[in-house]
């Protein structure tokens, strides 16, 4: 499986998985699809949403981790100085949290519905959580 589709609400998003760069953590968010939860705003990450996560652990460490992910590049953070979350960015972002900026693993790129990610984030924005879920693509 290379990909996965997320659903924002009634949004539809298809990701490529980055297995090269990502390996462990791509191989590990695969075995928790298919993945439901809720999405919220960030809260200093600028125009991202993100699934807080609290102390789950995924069992990865950092891997082609970055602070300035591009709309539709979606992190993992491993925890460590903040929580264990989920990075959604629907625009311009730079990762960070109360303690400071940080670093998530890019494992996953939106490839499809780029065009609906600024909907997405307004929902978030003026709508409040959203479901979102990652559902397997079999090839």
């Not at 699934?51 to 992910?69: D, Q, R, T």
């Not at 709508?127 to 079999?138: H, K, M, T, V, Y």
Request: hydrophobic share 40%; with cysteine.
């Amino acid at each position: 499986m290379d990909r996965v589709r997320i659903t924002v609400g009634d949004l539809q998003f298809v990701a490529r998985f980055e297995n090269d760069a990502a390996p462990e953590t791509c191989a590990a968010f695969k075995e928790l699809l298919p993945y439901h939860q809720k999405l919220i705003q960030a809260r200093w990450s600028g125009e991202s949403a993100w699934i807080p996560l609290g102390e789950f652990k995924l069992g990865v460490g950092f891997e082609n981790h970055l602070s300035y992910p591009a709309p539709g590049h979606i992190l993992f953070y491993p925890g460590g100085y903040s929580e264990t979350e989920i990075l959604f960015p629907y625009g311009p972002s730079c990762f960070a949290s109360k303690m400071g900026q940080l670093a998530g693993n890019h494992f996953l790129t939106i490839v499809e519905g780029l065009e609906r990610l600024p909907e997405a984030g307004r929902r978030v924005v003026w709508n409040g959580a959203q479901d979102i879920s990652f559902l397997p693509i079999e090839s």
